[in-house]
């Protein structure tokens, strides 16, 4: 199926989308990591749970050049946006902790010459 995107580039551009080999995957957890080149989404289901553990089963893993990171943030932040104005606000249990996240993502990250 082919559809064409609205909005238009800086260039001018429209994006035309061919989805004719497009894979849909569900994810209810993901984990973000970085390097000094670039960042990643890994998505994946709850394989199980407990009180104490959780074990998440890899699905597909994005990588992204910081720019398009970026670009994704902002029309990540305008899709939830639209989203809460249509359906109401999201579950406060599904919240992140951003300072534990913040914390653990400066452990684990790659730094040059390692």
Not at 48 to 68: C, F, N, S, W
Not at 81 to 97: H, P
């Amino acid at each position: 199926m082919m559809s064409t995107s609205e909005t238009k580039l800086q260039t001018g551009q429209t994006v035309t989308w061919d989805n004719s080999q497009l894979i849909s995957i569900y994810a209810n957890t993901m984990a973000i990591g970085l390097t000094p080149f670039d960042l990643s989404l890994t998505f994946g289901e709850i394989g199980y749970a407990t009180p104490e553990q959780m074990q998440a089963v890899g699905r597909v893993k994005l990588i992204l050049a910081p720019e398009q990171a970026s670009n994704l943030m902002k029309l990540l932040s305008i899709a939830v946006q639209k989203y809460v104005e249509n359906n109401g606000e999201l579950r406060v249990a599904a919240a992140v902790d951003p300072d534990l996240f913040s914390r653990t993502l400066q452990e684990n990250l790659v730094k040059p010459n390692q």
